[in-house]
């Protein structure tokens, strides 16, 4: 990709401005290209959906970083991860035409009580970059609508992220819920967010833990190796 392209990208995804009229988190942006305008322009120049996905996980990097060292806060994470999402909602018909061919099927859910949603949007996003098809079925979701969604669309690897100490055991409980239906033989778990760990994992019956969205694609790659 054009390196100016590739910045402008990686920028306005740090400013979280998914359009034009956005305002940025610092001031000057506004009537500027978004990160929605960016990513068409990218896709009209012919550039490749895993380039353009590499400049938004390197800009989600960066707010990632920001907030660490506590230059960011909440919103601006949240404007950050909306204006991701309206690229991919640009990137993902011609994703699906470049990878006809899915490696796999992958769902993810946040845990029933839990609404944290942005490290688990995060993973979507960089399977569905690293070429599989995966069906997010948001937060809070209930061990039944795991069963449902896993006796329908039949993935081979199912993901549950958990950012609290109190909803971290809703993963065990739809463990022995696909036990108990018979359908945990079918299904590879995986899991993640801040409170869980490798001996979390263990202890629960899951296949795997991955402490972010890279170790989450390597980990799906493993498991369906
Ligand atoms: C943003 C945020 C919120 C936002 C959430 C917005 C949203 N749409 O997600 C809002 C304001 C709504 C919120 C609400 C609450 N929050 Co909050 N929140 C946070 C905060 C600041 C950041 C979390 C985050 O997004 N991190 C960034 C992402 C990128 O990281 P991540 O989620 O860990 O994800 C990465 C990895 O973990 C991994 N990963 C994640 N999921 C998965 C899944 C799989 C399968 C794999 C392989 C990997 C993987 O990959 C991701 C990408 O790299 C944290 C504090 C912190 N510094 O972490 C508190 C925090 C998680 N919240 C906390 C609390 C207590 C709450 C509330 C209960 C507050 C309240 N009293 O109302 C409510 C809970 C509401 C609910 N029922 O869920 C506590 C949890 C304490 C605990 N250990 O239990 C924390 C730690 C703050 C604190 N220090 O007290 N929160």
Request: proline letters at 3%.
């Amino acid at each position: 990709m054009s390196e100016g392209l590739f910045e402008k990208l990686k920028e306005n995804v740090l400013q979280g401005r998914m359009e034009k009229e956005d305002e940025g988190i610092e001031e000057g942006y506004e009537g500027q290209p978004g990160v929605k305008e960016l990513t068409e322009e990218a896709l009209e120049k012919g550039i490749s959906t895993a380039d353009i996905l590499e400049a938004i996980n390197e800009g989600m990097l960066s707010v990632g970083e920001k907030f660490e060292k506590g230059e960011y806060f909440i919103p601006d994470m949240l404007a950050a991860s909306e204006a991701v999402g309206a690229a991919m909602e640009v990137l993902e018909p011609q994703m699906i035409k470049e990878k006809e061919q899915s490696k796999g099927k992958v769902i993810m859910a946040t845990v029933e009580g839990d609404i944290h949603d942005i490290g688990k949007n995060l993973v979507t996003i960089m399977l569905k970059g690293a070429g599989y098809q995966v069906k997010d079925l948001g937060t809070s979701v209930s061990s039944d609508r795991i069963i449902e969604e896993v006796e329908k669309e039949k993935p081979q690897v199912v993901g549950f992220s958990a950012l609290l100490d109190t909803t971290m055991a809703e993963m065990g409980k739809n463990i022995e819920a696909l036990k108990e239906k018979g359908l945990r033989d079918d299904v590879k778990v995986i899991i993640g967010g801040a409170p869980t760990s490798d001996p979390f994992a263990e202890k629960i019956g899951a296949d795997g833990y991955g402490k972010d969205a890279f170790a989450a694609v390597e980990l799906v790659k493993k498991l369906l190796a």
